[in-house]
């Protein structure tokens, strides 16, 4: 952390605060300048406020030069992180292709729909059973059946599932589902993140609409620090001031978060437009940009679809998208295509 | 729910979609323009999914002109609603001034804090035990031990306590917490706000930092669905480009929601410019577009604070703001003196 | 223009609002349901101010149903556009592959680059003559001499050249430039867009930083008003609270506005990142999702660029990236190779 | 600035980028820590490209610790200015209450408004001759007859005019205007605010829907630099996800541009909120937190209004405003009435 001194700063009030940060058992590397004093603070500065020093009276600004995470940092784990789920690997080359409708809604639909996925080349099935909805008037989900359908849906096409959890006191019902999704809204839910981080299970961890690179980071070190490092992150669209689609895909996020850290990124492309003709668009541009995987929403009847119909494809659109996912992947990886 | 047809469509396809709408239950409105047809959707549109009309091939645009919220919709309800916090009211020309620590770190702090608050016209005590820090390695509050400190805060001065709670399972400790607030990151903790319905007990919303008002006021009506009625709203900063503060005040909601809800609406401005020399000009800029309280942080050593010092006033500064807002109040309630 | 009314509108004051409208020339539909009445305005309402009428003491909320661009909306012209800028079509099927540096800095600079980015495959040359600078005090670009630089390397590469201009009494200066761009700043500067009107000369229109697509496309709109129909836009990132890269690359624009417009659109994926190792992900996803050309920040030599040097890439840099947007267009355009 | 070096930077890649900042004419000084080494960059950085040197190799980040912009730099001026207005001044404690209708439409329509708000409290007139519309079908004002209108009105009234320029070209029918309006979408026309810098004549300048404060310090510095100091900068909402209202007031600006700047800032409440009965709490709000005036939509009939009638004023409601206004500026600047 380095500390800019307003110019004029009398000595001693200087010197008090090199006390004061001695203190805090750190210490100070000063460097006067003509037109500032600049204190450098070398030690662990993990537990000093950086907003409070700010607001001293002689303090021009504040600059932090270390990252507050640290196990999904890529400075100390080089190497690209694999997440195995159930059998099914993500990162590292290993892509994953997540599908399923939004909500589970009966047995035939979610056999129907994981078959579809799984002949079009998916590896993960999704399906909703708690559903995280803004009004207290919509469906909220199958609750407990809508897993107890994905479990009978997983033993018919051997594809892992995927679904999400809104609340620590829903956990036990998870035991048997294949790797938990943290919803957006839920990314800086922290006793639910600490409450994740004591199992021994893959994590899907959704960017929230509104957090940085660094946020969603910190996240993922909460789960982390909890022992549970099974941590794949999804960028889904963050909320801006563009108001044509639902949210506006950060893409880049993709190529920055693979600097950033080693865990593995993928893509949802349904969520963050909310549109199913630019579903097939965002899709081929995440698998090209060098994503990890994607998560699409597939109907077998979006017409009738109780949440989210809009996103979601049709499994022969899926099948479409998955096919030109697969050209894709085949370029960007094997150099010697090109 | 208005559905604007694309130019040319066929009129058997119009017709299908007729009957779709009418299948919901509902009777369909058309008008046949020179280059558009229009649709009006007449009854309960309430489990119609907007977006998946939207995305039919013949639909130019959908539209929608009814509001999703209702208890909290001042449509229905056009007088203020007086929230009651253990004998100190809310709203309708009654204002909170909710003054207190970030965190509850000792007896001794809490008690002089409260004493010093009170002594400048505070009439809440807020103080956080549970704190949803964005790193899992930062001080994360005294827990249980906190809400007791606040008890006998409260006891010495009495002040009813306000403190946040973080997840349903530590419902059970705030009992005799006289209000329970919900922080900005959990607005959309849908699961936990639905146990907050089931309480008798008064609630302090917080706007999430990327939320809409009319997600506020959905967040509102979870709660009320529930059958608590009690739930006053906090305006406490979004998040924008702008980055010369922690967020930004969007004090434009106060008003605007006063139009939308008979709610109470107060204002934060510690948390959202997190800067302690810009909480005066926005307290009492809050105070003078009607807000029914503020709450601030106070701190009796803010160089030692554990949390979130730098948006901390020193009581004496408090005592300042807390005049200036009450001038301001005593003018733009007593129109005569203007 | 639909205008819901608030229940409860007395008949009278509803009437008046009705001859109100047809004084202005349009006829009325009026739909009279349970909970509210709604009128719909038929003809051009295209001189009627939707927040007047939102404003009115019996109104509810009005929505429009109509766009208000009509040059470039694709409704009304669903082939899309082909630019040509000197013998280079863009659009329909045919890539922009736009190169060279931020700013012209030297004769030697600007061939050096000139021939290589056309080597690697570029068909178009860039180079900024004047610069827009936030700051008064940074290099403001080498202006006319700048220009004649660029014709310069135009007879050494037979590569036509794309420069910006920055106020109407500049553009006599780029009489003989082949393509003229504005930027992102200028997107909304109403009097350089009415001039640049009167040319019949190629026009690259970059999106601002905080514009919807719709103004853009009202731009666009200035632009063929005045009779000049060769627009090409360029999404170049918009302005979010996101803070790792420089904007957010919006690339969903890209299959939205083909949905909305005929017009050609291009990507900078320079400029919206600010970083060179960003700039080749976010190329190739361009390219995968259908952008009808790219514009490309090189520089034969970065550590000595006078502007943006951090965000341009080297010529063997470039070379790598059109190699791999060519094969991802390759993909895309030839169906039967998937 | 301050380059913080990678881990484990070899000694000769440090040496070889220290060689290349003192090429640059700046010293060096090097704080070696136990994880990272610090190169504070001492002289004028002003010409170093910070991003340049963030993307080196070796470089984890860069800080920069002195800000860009000078002439209006509280730093160096920190008393504040006072901008004179043909006899009305703004700032240190004097207020401005400009007033007037979005455009100029007639002689009868600019006097009477002109003298109702004079009435009530006005002390500069404004009103648009030069429009700047999102759409190019839309009216785009009277010109240089709007312009005439105006002097009559301020012929009648006293009142000093303010009008809106767009352009540099339009320059010479502003010769016998009070003071220059550069609209937020001109805010970075850097070509404009050069010749603006080159007049003896006060220039309110508004900040641009997506600028951060430091962008709009700049542009300040922008017509500083030229020669002209007698600058007004206008605070009038940025661009948000949040739709109630049509921007966002961002009123700590207010306070914080007070802190980084001895130029007056004054508050325009119409445009920002787009709705009439928002204008009062915007108004009192910002004369609560310090502003240096106000500028109000008003006109004498909104329902006929050419433009930005949703926002405007009737007479009698801006004298309440205004009264309201007053009273508030009078409890803030006698702190002994507190």
Same mark, same amino acid.
């Given at each position: 952390m380095i500390v800019v001194l307003k110019h004029g700063t009398p000595d001693d009030k200087r010197d008090q605060l090199i006390e004061w940060i001695k203190g805090q058992g750190l210490d100070v590397h000063m460097s006067i300048g003509k037109n500032q004093t600049i204190l450098g603070m070398v030690g662990d500065? %993990?537990?000093?406020?950086k907003d409070l020093i700010a =607001? *001293?009276?002689?303090? +021009?600004s504040v600059k932090t030069v270390?990252?507050?995470?640290? &196990? =999904?940092n890529r400075k100390f784990h080089p190497a690209p992180s694999v997440v195995n789920v159930s059998g099914v690997p993500i990162g590292a080359g290993n892509f994953a292709m997540i599908a399923g409708p939004c909500s589970v809604e009966s047995e035939e639909q979610i056999i129907e729909v994981a078959k579809a996925v799984k002949a079009a080349g998916a590896n993960l099935l999704r399906g909703g059973a708690f559903k995280p909805r803004t009004?207290?008037?919509d469906f909220q989900g199958l609750k407990a059946d809508g897993l107890e359908l994905l479990k009978i849906a997983r033993k018919e096409t051997g594809l892992p599932i995927v679904s999400e959890v809104? %609340? /620590?006191? @829903?956990l036990p019902l998870f035991e048997d589902i294949d790797m938990i999704q943290i919803g957006a809204r839920n990314m800086q839910n922290f006793n639910l993140l600490r409450e994740i981080g004591k199992l021994n299970k893959p994590i899907l961890l959704k960017r929230g609409l509104s957090n940085t690179l660094k946020e969603l980071l910190m996240s993922a070190e909460y789960i982390m620090a909890g022992g549970n490092e099974q941590v794949v992150l999804c960028e889904r669209g963050i909320r801006t001031?563009?108001?044509?689609?639902?949210?506006? &895909?950060? *893409?880049?996020a993709v190529p920055m978060l693979h600097k950033l850290t080693h865990l593995p990124v993928i893509v949802d492309p349904s969520h963050s437009t909310g549109m199913s003709d630019l579903v097939c668009p965002m899709a081929v541009a995440a698998a090209a940009c060098g994503a990890d995987g994607l998560m699409i929403e597939v109907h077998n009847d979006p017409m009738h /679809? *109780? =949440? +989210? %119909? /809009? @996103?979601s494809l049709k499994p022969e659109d899926y099948a479409d998208v998955a096919r030109k996912v697969f050209a894709i992947r085949n370029i960007m990886t094997q150099p010697a295509a090109i």
């Open positions: 500065t %993990g537990s000093i406020d =607001c *001293l009276d002689i303090v +021009d270390t990252d507050p995470f640290k &196990l =999904c009004s207290p008037y809104m %609340g /620590a006191e @829903q001031f563009s108001d044509y689609t639902r949210n506006t &895909l950060d *893409l880049a /679809a *109780l =949440c +989210d %119909g /809009a @996103q």
